[in-house]
């Protein structure tokens, strides 16, 4: 055995050179190779594409074939579900049409702003009261549709209840500039069976007489009952509605304008007692059959990603014993970032919604749930997810991809940049509700201010938002004119112009990589059979000496050299 000793500034260490070996003496590293080659040949399998994987160990790519069944049919759903929500959506839009048309004198077939109706004299008020309750009580013979009085329980007419709200005490003369009034305020209700009122006026005269500078408002709530029959042309069984309607003559203002409001809220429910001929019943076996098929898919896709997750932590777990005993550190960030698969846990998110959506969808077809919004919200969001998880696959191939790792390299600085725009974004709508708000009907609420300034980055209304603002005073027109020129000079000539070249900027990057190589990690290196990881030993002093002047002590323990770190910088595996 020949000794070769080298000797150093700080201290001499001795190499023992022989045949067949060749080890440090002190901290000696051996390396098992079968491990090592069954540990690579497992990562290899684990990050190749289903077809990859097909063509080295003929496995099936069953997760794929389950995602592409998953997405028919959750998109087939979808459609059905979709078709039926439209009927019921349409069915209470079209009700409360009619409503308005048949119980509100002088409806012209469009609302004024937020309310339908408005009146500007006492005798229009009495003659829209009274026209109003008369409507009500003669349902049965103006009405086309399927619609009646609702019942209690013991089988009486819900009653027609009509309320009024008034200051107690109050005594005013403008003329004189001299009010009395107490702020307490009480409530009269008067209840109505809406079927017998042939002489409801004569007798509750005193009721009706209304004292216009006293009173607050005036509500009419009745209660109808009506049955959905267009569900039976797409074979499926109709439902019955409880529409519980207010009537409202609003006159806290106290402006001269009473505006008339109506507003119903319509709640389905299974029909106690029905009979349907035909293939309704039949047809919604079939679509129960169906959903409960959609559910068994969507377990399976489910378990198969959990596994594949947790595959991905023991083999993380792995590669870093393997690491660490053979070259003691830790496996970088960006290392233990490919083991964690985003797109398996979207996956996951989206097949539990789907299975709850489609749970809810078989208890409302079973007559079970009426709940169609929050249906409709679990299988929406369920198929966009699942759609979205299809760029998952084009991102095995190469031209695909660009789009995808540009998406993940611009986020961070995206999110960032938006915070900072955000802080404007927020000062102007705050500005433009408390300043322009009285005076534009784009700018009454905080969010009808952030949509109109969205539509103005995007261009749209620009000249409408200026021509309604009028000439009332001047210096709110004037300050309407900074204010909207300012913004849409900085938002989208400077704002909106960064934001994209953010995002540029990150797809040159991308191509340039593309074009020259990626960074490469530990990972990459033992995938590729490079076995030229640097060796560190933290108790020798050659591990100090390995390490930069300017850098931390702690960045030999980091497995990726980095560079300090910089957005023009971006390291993507």
């Known amino acids: 055995m020949n000794v070769v000793s080298v000797l150093f500034p700080a201290r001499p260490i001795t190499y023992l050179h022989s045949e067949k070996q060749f080890k440090l003496r002190k901290n000696p590293l051996t390396l098992d190779v079968r491990t090592e080659e069954i540990l690579r040949d497992d990562l290899k399998y684990y990050f190749m594409s289903p077809c990859e994987k097909y063509r080295a160990r003929g496995q099936k790519p069953w997760k794929l074939g389950v995602q592409i069944l998953k997405i028919i049919m959750i998109t087939t759903q979808l459609v059905l579900f979709g078709l039926n929500n439209q009927l019921v959506v349409s069915y209470k839009e079209e009700n409360l049409m009619a409503f308005k048309n048949l119980f509100l004198k002088g409806y012209s077939g469009t609302d004024e702003d937020d309310f339908s109706v408005s009146m500007y004299s006492q005798e229009s008020v009495y003659d829209s009261l009274f026209y109003t309750i008369d409507q009500l009580s003669r349902l049965r013979e103006l009405t086309v549709g399927p619609v009646s009085y609702a019942e209690q329980a013991d089988g009486t007419v819900v009653p027609l209840v009509i309320c009024k709200e008034y200051y107690r005490i109050g005594e005013m003369q403008p003329s004189d500039e001299y009010y009395d009034i107490d702020s307490q305020t009480e409530t009269v209700c008067l209840s109505l069976d809406p079927r017998h009122m042939a002489t409801w006026k004569t007798d509750n005269a005193s009721f009706f007489k209304l004292d216009f500078y006293r009173l607050i408002d005036i509500e009419i709530s009745f209660q109808l009952k009506g049955i959905n029959l267009q569900t039976v042309r797409s074979r499926e069984m109709p439902d019955c509605y409880t529409f519980s309607g207010v009537i409202t003559f609003d006159n806290k203002c ?101 299975i709850v959506g489609s749970i809810l969808k078989m208890e409302i077809q079973a007559k079970s749930l009426t709940s169609y919004d929050v249906c409709s919200l679990f299988l929406g969001t369920s198929t966009l997810m699942v ?57 009454e609420g905080l969010s009808r201010v952030a949509e109109c300034l969205f539509s103005l980055v995007n261009g749209d209304d620009m000249f409408t938002t200026f021509a309604q603002f009028e000439e009332k005073t001047t210096l709110v027109w004037v300050f309407s004119r900074v204010y909207l020129y300012s913004f849409i000079s900085l938002f989208i000539y400077m704002v909106l112009s960064l934001f994209i070249a953010l995002i540029t900027d990150s797809y040159e990057t991308i191509k340039n990589y593309q074009k020259n190589g990626f960074p490469t990690t530990d990972l990459q290196k033992f995938l590729k059979e490079q076995k030229d990881f640097p060796r560190v030993d933290p108790d020798t002093d050659a591990a100090a000496e390995q390490r930069a002047p300017s850098q931390p002590a702690l960045s030999g323990l980091c497995c990726c050299r980095r560079v300090p770190k910089d957005d023009t910088v971006i390291l993507i595996s």
């Open 387 to 443: 759609w979205v998880g299809v760029i998952r696959y084009l991102g095995y191939f190469q031209k695909y991809n660009v789009l995808i790792l540009t998406m993940r390299a611009a986020f961070p600085k995206v999110l960032r940049f938006c915070c900072c725009a955000g802080m404007i974004y927020l000062g102007y709508t705050f500005c433009g509700w408390i300043v322009l708000g009285p005076y534009h009907e784009k700018f």
């Open 254 to 354: 106290h402006s001269g304008k009473v505006k008339i409001y109506l507003d119903i809220d319509a709640q389905s429910n299974a029909c106690k007692n029905w009979r349907i001929s035909g293939t309704a019943q039949k047809n919604t076996h079939y679509l129960l059959v169906f959903d409960g098929f959609v559910i068994v898919v969507c377990l399976t896709s489910a378990v198969l990603c959990t596994r594949s997750i947790v595959l991905a932590v023991r083999l993380l777990q792995r590669f870093s014993k393997f690491i660490r005993e053979n070259y003691n550190r830790d496996v970088c960030e960006d290392d233990k970032q490919e083991f964690l698969n985003g797109w398996y846990v979207l996956v996951i998110i989206s097949d539990i919604l789907a």
